[in-house]
């Protein structure tokens, strides 16, 4: 049978989600990619339909299998303007149905230009996210930040949570060829609308009197829904404005980087949260007030230090996790677990000392039902600092034991080498005596047991090392 003449095309909008929509059918049904052509919209192929059923390989009904990081990777590489893409997106899904190990295999052709795909939208989101330049613009509802930039790929959706994240208390807009995102501080989302052409990007002074115009009619604050805001104003009306075509480049001036965005957001920090009082159910009480950073929005509740008053030995986690967070205690997880039995092989009795973590409130991405931790930004650990500092100050530890980098940058700043630093007394401008060493998540998450088994000799080591220091002043 020849195989071309069954192909079918099946057109696909620039959307990871309509290709997944597009190949969910197909790969339940077992359809070998070779029968199937899947095209870019804006190649300017036409859809084709099988006369009669395309033959399925693998046999319908059969369970599919989708892996999560095949499915993450892919939402990055579908922004890729490639038209081959699709196809290969489908190739290797269809391909991973009877070989799951294949995403491993570096010299499979199918494999390499995924990665090769990959490697080049990573770039061009790391681009725009150094590279937008943002306008000032004075509106009657305060400052707005707007501006127009041309990505080499589709990563306007990707780099937008990045803006979101950093521009969380501005207003802002970005415009691209493709689509434009606007985040208002006020409803804290991001909603999508239509690009502007190249030809109508604002090019000149008369940028506030256009905006006010025009540009903003498509963020109505009044209409954030999003599939309205899609149909509004679709880019044919502005090609109607002749006004548009006069404009000089105000948008790429150095003026509006985003450093300088950074400068202007206000600083973040719990100072002004923290009372006077630095008793530990005094702090404890006035934690839940904090607004130190945009953290508490999103956690259950701030997780506040455990552990007796006067305690000799105090340790500093990274931030609560999912069992944390709900419980509102800290190290009670995984983590906490891998962490006691530790401090049992290293003869700490875990009741005697104080734990607590670098940042107090939860930081989690929401992937349907799961929350997935998240990092703290630097801002976030420096802005917790103060309620850290205070604690310490309240318990007036003999030692003070970091476990991981969070924790570590918190007391020594950013620039702290674990790795070089780790297994040795060191002084903080917070601590007289401070041990830093790895997080008891580091070793449940490394993949290989050989590095696990090494990472928790060198945590029990400096677990060690902290009993022996206690022990030669009692
Ligand atoms: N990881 C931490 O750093 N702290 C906790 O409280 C739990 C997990
Ligand atoms: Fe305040 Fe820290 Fe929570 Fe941020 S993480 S809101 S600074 S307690």
């Not at 290797?92 to 990959?118: C, G, H, T, Y």
């Not at 969380?168 to 409803?187: F, K, N």
């Not at 100072?271 to 953290?295: R, T, Y």
């Not at 105090?314 to 530790?342: K, N, S, V, W």
Request: proline share 6%.
């Amino acid at each position: 049978m020849n195989s071309s003449a069954l192909r079918q095309t099946i057109l696909i909008e620039p959307t990871f989600e309509a290709w997944r929509e597009a190949v969910r059918p197909l790969l339940s049904a077992g359809i070998s990619p070779e029968f199937i052509d899947l095209a870019d919209t804006e190649s300017g192929a036409t859809e084709s339909l099988f006369a009669t059923e395309p033959p399925a390989s693998t046999g319908s009904g059969s369970q599919v299998h989708v892996p999560r990081s095949y499915i993450e990777r892919a939402t990055v590489v579908a922004c890729h303007r490639d038209a081959a893409r699709w196809n290969l997106l489908y190739r290797l899904l269809f391909r991973l149905q009877s070989d799951r190990n294949l995403l491993k295999l570096d010299i499979d052709d199918d494999v390499a230009e995924f990665r090769r795909l990959e490697h080049q939208v990573k770039r061009d989101l790391h681009k725009m996210h150094a590279f937008v330049r943002f306008r000032k613009i004075e509106t009657d509802a305060g400052e707005h930040f707007v501006a127009w930039y041309e990505p080499a790929h589709r990563v306007l959706e990707l780099a937008a949570s990045f803006f979101a994240e950093r521009f969380a208390v501005m207003q802002w807009t970005i415009m691209t060829p493709d689509a434009s995102v606007h985040w208002d501080p006020s409803e804290k989302q991001l909603a999508f609308a239509s690009g502007v052409a190249r030809e109508h990007a604002p090019k000149t002074d008369d940028f506030e009197d256009l905006w006010r115009t025009y540009y903003s009619s498509i963020f109505n604050p009044a209409r954030t829904n999003m599939n309205a805001m899609r149909s509004e104003m679709p880019v044919r009306y502005w090609k109607n404005l002749p006004e548009l075509h006069t404009l000089p480049k105000l948008l790429t001036e150095a003026e509006g980087r985003v450093e300088t965005m950074i400068s202007r957001q206000p600083k973040l920090t719990a100072a002004s949260f923290v009372p006077g009082d630095h008793s530990l159910p005094v702090l404890q009480e006035a934690i839940h007030a904090c607004q130190g950073c945009e953290l508490y929005r999103c956690a259950t509740q701030p997780v506040f230090g455990r552990g007796p008053a006067r305690a000799r030995l105090m340790f500093i986690g990274e931030q609560p996790g999912d069992e944390e967070d709900r419980a509102g205690e800290p190290f009670i997880g995984p983590a906490g677990r891998l962490l006691d039995t530790l401090l049992s092989e290293a003869d700490i009795d875990r009741s005697s000392t104080y734990v607590t973590n670098a940042v107090k409130h939860f930081k989690f991405t929401e992937r349907g039902k799961r929350r997935i931790h998240e990092n703290p930004r630097t801002s976030e650990i420096f802005a917790c600092r103060p309620w850290l500092v205070a604690e310490i100050e309240a318990v007036q530890p003999e030692i003070v034991v970091c476990l991981g980098a969070t924790a570590s940058k918190s007391l020594f700043g950013s620039n702290f080498g674990l790795m070089r630093e780790r297994g040795k007394v060191l002084a903080s401008p917070y601590a007289e005596r401070v041990i830093a060493t790895l997080h008891p998540s580091a070793i449940l998450r490394a993949t290989d047991p050989e590095r696990a088994d090494q990472m928790r000799s060198m945590l029990l080591s400096d677990l060690n090392l902290a009993s022996a220091s206690l022990s030669l002043r009692s």
